[in-house]
């Protein structure tokens, strides 16, 4: 069965804008050799194909053989690359730095010394003004060996700065790898873990945390230190579930760019990465006011230049608008409505299908399935997590954890008694295999179990027994993982207070903004 993403050249084609494929166009027919005008056939082809199908391109360039497409193929996928490169010179600060250290390469090859001097002064300024230092590396590695194996006329004194300088920044890019190691590290110990289950996790978070953090932390300066420290900080609190951290180094992050607004072009995909990670602390402290006032921010952001300058940003700009969003119905309590911005996120993950990584559609579907099992829509909730619970297990233990736990909480809404008790068995030995139970858990798996057997008109007083114990809890930092994946307390409540779950959610909202105005 034909596959649209199956095929890299074609992944490539199907990303180009009108302009890019106009800039294409021009660029391969400047040359008029017969193998140019055949990968022009072939760029038509695959232009107006819906989905890759080779059998159909073949078909379609008679006289072309299998081995032959493969190769042209290559052809064509190379000069695309290099089409796209001349056109996005002037939008990127990393490609004109590279052009400027290739033509001050060819220089110094062609004997014209003082001349690649000169290119490399000029791109030192450009690297230096957007603080790119590991190219900046590069560049002072050519200007030391012309200086090393050449007399260039330069003064003793420029020799020198130029000796001290690749000091500096040898221990700024050392800091650098160090901190950037760090976030990376930690961003993969929550993809593959999600929050620390219990203090033996945390413990070891704290070890990690402490051993790779550097000891010249004192010295961190300049852009990307700063960010890479401030990064670290936020996963690091993310995985505690600290969220009043989080909150602080997130916002630490985001005023990063507002002291040097000029990053805001250069490292655009961190921006809107630390915008998603602002919202969410917002979200996991229900910060109502902070949370739609940062949301207003990012969706006018999504409308400026930076933000559409290339399908990465623009893409995952806008799954993080609409996840803040569903996130917004979430703490809100108001389910139905957030059930209509459904099929319009699915039709955009269609859409950006090769560009959302499994990680962030795992997340999406167990919003959905939230936002179901919330509006009361529980078979709608159990299509969404079956996604989840039949999926591989590399990722989000936690996530592959309550997605049972809440696919057996909607079994129990409906009424499926028949498979409560081995569903529950099931359910609760996965969640004690992955170490994902908590006080929370204990007493809702006990809930379920005696429910079976306890008559209507006694369930209020054992639904009351339940909020009783598990009410105390909402603050301890190892149980509010369970709250943040569903608001247990409040199904509870609206079950005890005979209200649905998204009045109760609605009303403890409206009671907050109320406190926030006084």
């Known amino acids: 069965m034909p596959n649209r993403f199956s095929d890299t050249l074609f992944q490539l084609i199907y990303s180009l804008e009108k302009s890019e494929k106009?800039?294409?166009k021009l660029y391969i027919k400047r040359s008029s050799a017969k193998e140019e005008l055949k990968i022009i056939q072939l760029f038509d082809v695959l232009d107006k194909l819906p989905d890759y199908d080779e059998a159909l391109v073949l078909k379609k360039l008679p006289g072309i053989t299998k081995t032959q497409l493969a190769n042209l193929k290559t052809h064509l996928y190379k000069q695309l690359l290099a089409s796209l490169r001349l056109l996005k010179l002037g939008e990127n600060v990393d490609l004109q730095l590279s052009e400027h250290l290739d033509e001050a390469r060819i220089l110094y090859n062609k004997g014209l010394k003082i001349q690649s001097l000169r290119i490399?002064?000029?791109?030192?300024?450009?690297?230096?003004?957007?603080?790119?230092?590991?190219t900046l590396v590069q560049i002072i590695s050519l200007e030391k060996k012309i200086e090393t194996l050449h007399i260039t006329r330069s003064t003793t004194e420029k020799t020198e700065v130029l000796a001290n300088e690749a000091l500096a920044i040898s221990s700024h890019i050392d800091r650098v790898t160090r901190l950037s190691n760090l976030a990376l590290l930690l961003y993969r110990w929550y993809v593959l873990n999600g929050h620390a289950r219990n203090a033996e996790d945390e413990k070891d978070i704290k070890d990690f945390f402490k051993n790779y953090l550097p000891k010249d932390i004192n010295a961190v300066s300049g852009f990307y230190e700063k960010l890479y420290l401030y990064q670290s900080y936020c996963w690091y609190?993310?995985?505690?579930?600290?969220?009043?951290?989080?909150?602080?180094?997130?916002?630490?992050?985001?005023?990063?760019y507002d002291t040097d607004p000029q990053m805001l072009g250069v490292e655009t995909g961190h921006y809107v990465k630390g915008m998603h990670n602002l919202l969410n602390a917002h979200f996991d402290l229900r910060n109502f006011q902070l949370f739609e006032t940062t949301l207003q921010r990012f969706e006018a952001f999504a409308k400026t230049p930076e933000a559409n300058a290339h399908d990465n940003f623009r893409t995952h700009t806008s799954i993080y608008i609409n996840s803040a969003k569903l996130n917004q119905h979430l703490m809100k309590g108001t389910f139905k409505e957030g059930l209509q911005l459904i099929p319009s996120v699915e039709e955009k993950l269609n859409n950006y299908g090769m560009y959302v990584d499994r990680h962030r559609i795992l997340v999406l579907n167990y919003k959905f399935a939230s936002l179901y099992f919330g509006s009361g829509k529980y078979e709608d909730a159990i299509d969404y997590l079956q996604k989840i619970i039949n999926g591989p297990l590399d990722l989000r233990i936690d996530l592959q954890c309550y997605a049972r736990l809440l696919h057996l909480m909607s079994h129990y809404e409906l009424g499926n008694r028949d498979?409560?008790?081995?569903?529950?068995?099931?359910?609760?030995?996965?969640?004690?295999?992955?170490?994902?139970?908590t006080v929370v858990?204990?007493?809702?798996?006990?809930?379920?179990?005696?429910?079976?057997?306890?008559?209507?008109?006694?369930?209020?007083?054992?639904l009351e027994k339940l909020l009783q114990k598990i009410k105390h809890l909402e603050k301890s930092r190892h149980e509010t993982r369970a709250f943040a994946y569903l608001d247990i307390i409040s199904w509870v409540e609206g079950k005890v207070y005979n209200k649905s779950m998204g009045e109760i959610i609605y009303n403890k909202y409206l009671e907050s903004r109320k406190r926030n105005y006084k």
């Open 441 to 462: 858990e204990e007493e809702i798996f006990k809930f379920l179990k005696s429910s079976l057997g306890i008559k209507s008109g006694q369930l209020k007083t054992e």
């Open 120 to 134: 490399l002064e000029k791109a030192k300024e450009l690297a230096r003004a957007n603080q790119k230092m590991n």
């Open 237 to 256: 609190a993310f995985i505690r579930q600290d969220f009043l951290m989080y909150y602080r180094y997130s916002q630490k992050w985001i005023d990063l």
């Open 419 to 437: 498979l409560m008790e081995p569903l529950t068995k099931s359910v609760y030995r996965f969640m004690a295999k992955m170490k994902n139970l």
């Open 22 to 24: 106009r800039h294409f």
